[in-house]
């Protein structure tokens, strides 16, 4: 069992920063494929950003903006957010999987509880 929580979310205004960090639990976290996803109110949770020993991914909307970055020493991985927008505002969550990186939720079975991110115009 994995367990996953996140911080470091709150408000920010428009063009700020944040960084999100996700401490798990286990002994082998570094082979742990992480995943970050967002979900905006009235919408479907998405897929943001992943990592694991083979490289990183990221969707589309935050490319250029977003940063995902680990530390296996401490069991954490971590969320760089830039030049934020109200198009951000979501909960984020952070999602484990014992495998390597993917971007559908169907793959990871463990979640974190999610930390509110409310970027301001």
């Known amino acids: 069992q994995v367990q996953l929580v996140e911080s470091g979310g709150g408000l920010v205004q428009a063009g700020g920063s944040l960084r999100l960090s996700c401490a798990a639990s286990?002994?082998?976290?570094?082979?742990?494929?992480m995943g970050w996803f967002r979900q905006a109110p009235g919408k479907e949770r998405e897929f943001v950003a992943t990592i694991s020993w083979s490289g990183t991914y990221y969707a589309d909307s935050v490319k250029d903006r977003f940063t995902i970055s680990r530390d296996n020493a401490k069991n954490t991985v971590y969320l760089q957010m830039n030049s934020l927008t109200p198009e951000d505002t979501a909960v984020y969550y952070c999602?484990?999987?014992?495998?390597?990186?993917?971007?559908?939720?169907?793959?990871?079975?463990?979640w974190g509880q999610g930390t509110q991110v409310t970027v301001s115009s």
């Open positions: 286990g002994r082998t976290f570094s082979r742990y494929g």
């Open positions: 999602a484990a999987r014992i495998a390597g990186p993917a971007t559908a939720e169907y793959e990871y079975p463990y």
